[in-house]
Structure formats: C-alpha cells, structure tokens
C-alpha cells in the first residue's frame, strides 16, 4: 500500500505543479486507474514530443517509421511507437542525449549480460536523478523508517553510484545509510552491524547469502537485531528465502531494478505477490519476443520499458531481455490502482537451447540445487558428449557441507527438464564437478549467463 500511496502522492503533485497533466486530471483524494493511465497518457505525449525534438536517434527512428510525435497523444497511442533495442544503446548511447554534454551530471557505463555483453552508456541529469533518489526513498521506505539504519552492501563509489543514491533514498526516508561496500570480510561486517545497530541489510542475493554462511561460524544472526534482509540484482528462489528468513529470523524483500531504468525499478509487493513499479517514471508492457505482439494476462513475455520524465536520454519502449508475466486480479496488498508482475527468472539472451527447443537458463536449476543447503553457488555449461549435448555443473558447496558429486548428480537427475532430455536420449548424463571454495564469489551486478561451449569443442574435434 505504501508504493500506492507514494504514486498517488506524486500525482498529485505533479497535477498541481505541470498545467499539461491538470488539463486532462481531474485530482481527487485517491486516484484510481483510469487516473493513474491519463497522467501516464499526458506524460507519454510529451516525452515523444521531447525525443523528437532533441535525440538524434529518435527524430531518424520515428522520420523512418512514419511516426508524427503529435499522433501520439495517450497510452493507447504507445503501441504505435517502434522499439528500441538494446544494441541502439550500445552502438550509439550519444544519438540518445537531448542536452549537451554541460547539462549531465553523471554518466553509468556497464555490461548487463555476464561480462561478454556490450557496453553501455546511460547519462543523468541533475533532475533525472532526483527522480532516481526519490523512486529508491520510495521502496526503502516499504520496509523502513526513522529508526532504521541501512547496512548497505553495495561497491562503494564517487557521488551517484548506485551505493549513494540509494544512500540518499534512505536518508530521504529519515533512516540512517550506511555504505559498507563489497570488500569487507564477515568479521569486518559484523562488527559494523554490532557498531552501529544496523537493522536492514541491503545488497545481491548471491554475496548476501554467502555472507550470511559465513556469519554463521561467527555468531547467531538471528541476533543481531537485523530485521529485513533487502536483496537485489538476481531471482531469489523459495528454497534461499526460507532458509535467509530461518536464519535471521527476518523478512526477506526483493527488488527489480534496471541501470537503464534509473537503477530502482520495482519493489516486491508488501504482500508478497508480484512486484509493484515506479508508473510515476515508466510505462511497461510485456510482450511476446516474437510475435511483438502484447502478451496475454498471466502469459511469459518480454518486459518493455518507456521512461516518461527522463531529461538526457529518454527511451521509448526499450526492450529490457527480461522475461516475466503480468500478474492479473487484485492484489492482496490491498492496492487498487498498481500493475503487478512476477518476478524475473531469465533474460532473453541467456537461454540456451538444446534437444528439441527446450530452453536452458541460468535460475532453472535454482530450486533443486538449492534445496541442498550445502550448495553455496553454482553455474552452469552445455558442452557436447560425442554428439549429444551435455550439461556441465560447477557447484561451490559450504566449507563443511558433506555432499558428493555424485549425490548432486542424482539430485539433478530428477529435475523434469533433464529427465525428460535424458529419457528422449537427447542429452547425455550431466556432469558435476566440485569446485574449490570462493570459485564462483563475484561482488557485481552482472547477471548470470549459461555458456555454451558446443560450437567450441565441435571446432576443436
Ligand atoms: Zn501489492
């Protein structure tokens, strides 16, 4: 109910403030979701208007596609607009600025997908940050308040890293942020959690769950007064929930976040259901990747983002790779006028294909490997036996855990996917080696990848 009551609060004051928006709202104590469609309406007409006017890549884009920026005028008008694609960003990040280079206040370059993608560029005003702080005050403030101080375990960087601005988010909350950055070791952590009281821990699920194995050969963290366990950057299965909630003794909360997207983009639903999103700074839809088309209420798409209030880049439904669903029906939280979709669990160019169609990705194995709670990490390879395809796991157990190899593979062996790839005889038996401790330990953000090696070792047979 808090996003809710946050979205409401700034349409309100976006209605008072901005006379374009007021002419079509009518304001009133609590908008519902026609309201909440006609701001989005009013302010997708002007970002239009504002692409075309300023970003080189935009005025070609729509020139090429027939596009008039006054034709759009609402929401319903969005299907009309081409997409951008990822490799637009990457290719030509400078065709997207609408201001000089004077008026930027911060430029984040990065790789999204493992650390082979393309590189990208998104610049930020002043005010479009501002945006970003006020979206991350929004989802801190979901789980925390005045007395609350955020251990945040994120790189610790210069001015408007993501570990600042999500600084400053919790400090807009009245909380107190504490930056305790990705180098630290467990004793180091811990001692700064007793210091300084820290009540929330903020940081990827991976890091955060091998941190927590390690606390646990040093204390009770269920004494430690952590009361919420914020995670991010990754699909947190229901087998790691469980086991993070039992051994804090705490909620664990989810957040969907973006770069390009400004960082913050979703924040786990109170209730538990879904995500809930920034709609006061994005339009989403989820479409079939591809028939392009929207996909149905409950079916798997791909998410499309149009930021509405961006000032140096704008980006006109952005195709994000990432697959979900929309989440129809009210939502138990009590919420009334917010979408809602389910959580992330792969991307579009990190599935693999093997057998006949049936799609690899890097969390699929997630509930059967983590179900074991010696299995700290693991990845995953598709290499070939012969002719047929294999399955190669690398899996990082815990220092004391007493699993095999070989009861791992038994376990895998009962997965659907590879029971059903195994008995058409289109795979051979996957392979599982044990790798030594802090093999897989990564600080960052990329996104897992499943790598598949079979073009490699076809060329060197
Ligand atoms: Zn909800």
Known sequence: MFLEQWLHGVIRSGLENDPGPRARVQAGPAPGRAEVVRYQGALLARAVRYAAAHSSFYRDLFRKSGIRPEEIRGCADLGRLPFTRQEDVARAPYRFLCL????????HTFVTSGTTGPRKKVFWTRGDLGRIV????AGIGTVAGRQDVVHICLPDGPPYSQADLLGRGVAAVGARALVAGTGRSAPEHLEWIR???????FGCAGPLYRLTRELEALCDPSRCGVRVLFLTAEYVPAA???????????????????TEMGLGVAVECEAGHGYHFNEADLLLEIIDPVTLEPAAPGEEGELVFTTLNREAMPLLRYRTGDISRWIPGPCPCGARSLLRFDAVRK????????????EIHPTLFDDVLYALPGVLDYRVEVTRDGERPRLDFGIELLPKAGDTAHAIAARLHGHPLVRRLLHRGEMA???V?????GALKTADRAKKLVVDRRDRLKARA
């Open 100 to 107: 000089s280079r004077a008026q930027i206040e911060r430029v």
């Open 134 to 137: 006020r979206f991350m005050a």
């Open 195 to 201: 210091r300084h009281g820290s009540t929330v821990l």
């Open 240 to 258: 790691r929930r469980r086991e993070l909630e039992r051994t804090w003794k705490c909620r664990v909360r989810t957040h969907y976040g973006l």
């Open 347 to 358: 991307r579009r160019e990190s599935i693999v294909t093997i057998g006949a169609g049936e």
């Open 429 to 431: 038996p996957p392979g």
């Open 433 to 437: 080696s044990l790798l030594p401790p």
